[in-house]
């Protein structure tokens, strides 16, 4: 019951650099995650974007919401290699209507 | 600082042995959840919990039961394990908001890596 689903897999820039990442989803949502994910850890919550919202900052990221097109995507400004991690949109969804999650973006940043 | 604290990082365990996944957290949410993540798959959800002794099936519940005894723990088990649960297992949680439901920010474990040989 895959909801949301994140492209590209996979990206690699250079430090500095902007890296953006993409979300699309397949049913209506009241709201939308970005959660981190460095190697072998657990998720760690970025930022939430609810429905009626079409654009919102935190620090260095921007996350946009097209709920026509039912997409998002991520912006991560002058990156860092610190900002090397899995990047995972996460979606109410599915039988059970809990939060679904991508298979997500890794993101690696060359210093 | 908000915790969810899972038992173990990393376990060894031999086809058909039971096996318990502890998690604790200290935020006093009502909601707490298991996930498993498997490469290619994404994150998958087992169990869901949303108070004391109350639990719902998530997407994956076959081969697994779950135990809330008390708010803060929430316990995934195995009841005979088998190698197709090698997985790297997540547990969270969250507060229970009207308007998010069980749809909020949740806040995760480490994970427990778990081989099955």
């Known amino acids: 019951s895959q909801q949301g689903e994140e492209d590209p897999q996979a990206l690699s820039i250079q430090e500095g650099e902007n890296a953006t990442m993409n979300c699309s989803y397949k049913t209506s949502i009241n709201n939308l995650q970005w959660y981190r994910q460095n190697s072998g850890r657990g998720l760690v919550h970025l930022i939430l974007?609810?429905?009626?919202?079409r654009e919102k900052h935190s620090g260095r990221l921007r996350v946009t919401l097209d709920t026509s097109k039912k997409s998002s995507s991520l912006l991560i400004t002058a990156s860092r290699a610190a900002d090397t991690a899995s990047y995972f949109c996460?979606?109410?969804?599915?039988?059970?209507?809990?939060?679904?999650f991508g298979t997500g973006t890794l993101l690696a940043v060359q210093p | 600082d908000v915790k969810v604290t899972q038992s173990s990082r990393y376990l060894v365990k031999r086809t058909g042995e039971k096996v318990f996944l502890e998690c604790v957290q200290d935020?006093?949410?009502?909601?707490m959840f298991w996930y498993r993540q498997d490469p290619g798959l994404g994150l998958r959800l087992i169990y869901f919990?949303?108070?004391?002794?109350?639990?719902e099936k998530g997407d994956i519940p076959e081969g697994y039961s779950v135990s809330r005894e008390k708010k803060e723990r929430f316990s995934l088990i195995l009841e005979s394990a088998s190698t197709n649960q090698t997985s790297m297992y997540l547990c969270a949680s969250s507060w229970l908001r009207s308007w998010y439901r069980a749809t909020g920010e949740l806040f995760f474990g480490e994970g427990s890596r778990l081989t099955v040989l």
């Open positions: 996460a979606t109410p969804g599915g039988a059970t209507n809990k939060l679904i």
């Open positions: 974007i609810r429905s009626n919202e």
């Open positions: 935020m006093d949410h009502e909601n």
């Open positions: 919990s949303y108070d004391v002794k109350m639990k």
